[in-house]
């Protein structure tokens, strides 16, 4: 079945470092890529996504790539600041018809150090 | 505009009693998925629901569990005889009917602990 792999499964980096999280994905169909934060307690909140026509996709300190070829896409964090401490997970769905489900990664937890 | 809702917030039962999640989805949304959290995991998907109809289910486990989205009313996950590996977060999450905006938007959660 429908499967993501997400690496690191931790993350410890310095403020004002960047970070890079990894994920790939089995099912070729899928053509909607989603990253989710999540505080602890807290539900999962959308920071960037992104759609299989488009290569790269940023939002000011955030960006995604994919790579379709070799089925995998990135979270890259520049200038990290201590309150982007949390868990990162990574998605994958094929948004078509009556389908979209997401399936996620395993999470990665992102430390930021002051 | 309210967001995805979901109650109660905290739920818990004894084994073999019945947990009845509730999830609203945001208004004008007409598609319905519930996740499920265990602790220290990532997000399982379970179910994926329109007003009505059950669209996929191949994530729900065989027995105990079962979901609906009536016509009028939140969706609702239900889980029968409940047991101690039940014990997760449940997150439900919605969507427009399919067009330009694909993202899910989740609810704050369902916390269930079975004593």
């Known amino acids: 079945g429908e499967n993501v792999e997400q690496h690191p499964s931790t993350l410890s980096v310095q403020e004002g470092d960047s970070a890079v999280i990894k994920c790939t994905y089995s099912d070729s169909a899928s053509n909607y890529f989603p990253w989710y934060k999540q505080e602890l307690g807290k539900r999962p909140q959308l920071i960037i996504d992104?759609?299989?026509?488009?290569g790269e996709k940023k939002d000011q300190r955030i960006a995604v790539t994919l790579n379709k070829t070799a089925k995998h896409f990135s979270l890259h964090i520049t200038e990290t600041q201590p309150e982007d401490s949390a868990v990162y997970f990574c998605?994958?769905?094929?948004?078509?018809?009556?389908?979209?489900?997401?399936?996620f990664g395993q999470g990665t937890t992102l430390q930021v150090k002051p | 505009n309210a967001g995805v809702m979901q109650n109660p917030r905290h739920l818990v039962r004894r084994r073999g009693q019945e947990a009845r999640l509730r999830c609203s989805p945001m208004k004008g949304h007409s598609h319905v998925y519930w996740y499920r959290q265990l602790p220290e995991e990532g997000l399982k998907f379970m179910v994926y629901?329109?007003?009505?109809?059950?669209?996929?289910e191949s994530g729900m486990p065989k027995e105990r569990f079962s979901a609906e989205f009536p016509k009028e009313g939140p969706s609702i996950l239900r889980i029968q005889q409940v047991v101690r590996g039940d014990s997760a977060a449940y997150f439900c999450a919605s969507s427009p009917r399919q067009g330009v905006v694909w993202e899910q938007f989740f609810g704050p959660g369902t916390r269930l602990t079975v004593l």
């Open positions: 629901l329109q007003k009505e109809n059950i669209i996929d």
């Open positions: 992104i759609r299989s026509n488009v």
């Open positions: 998605a994958a769905t094929r948004r078509s018809g009556n389908t979209g489900k997401l399936i």
